[in-house]
């Protein structure tokens, strides 16, 4: 049987489970934030977009990221954001093949 990727993703947040929280509180507290908060552009906790299969293996796992719309540009594309902290862990620390 073929697992998914967004699965294996799942499976590797669930290993890393302590550490993306951690991750994940260490971000600001919104004092730097633009507005409510209510898009990911403007928000300085949130990672930039491109998040979406990650935010979908964070469901999946069901591990907490703080997902959220993320619109920016003149001729904006919906995307999604995660939690800064998380997206840094992400990237710093997944298997490239995940990335």
Request: net charge positive; proline share 3%.
């Amino acid at each position: 049987m073929k697992i998914t990727k967004r699965t294996r993703r799942a499976n590797w947040i669930l290993e890393n489970k302590d550490n993306l929280i951690a991750a994940r509180k260490s971000t600001s507290d919104h004092s730097e934030c633009k507005g409510k908060c209510g898009n990911g552009a403007t928000c300085c906790c949130q990672s930039s977009g491109g998040y979406g299969y990650w935010a979908q293996a964070f469901s999946e796992a069901g591990v907490e990221c703080n997902q959220k719309s993320y619109w920016s540009g003149s001729n904006p594309t919906p995307s999604t954001s995660i939690n800064r902290g998380m997206a840094n862990y992400i990237q710093e620390n997944a298997p490239a093949e995940l990335k």
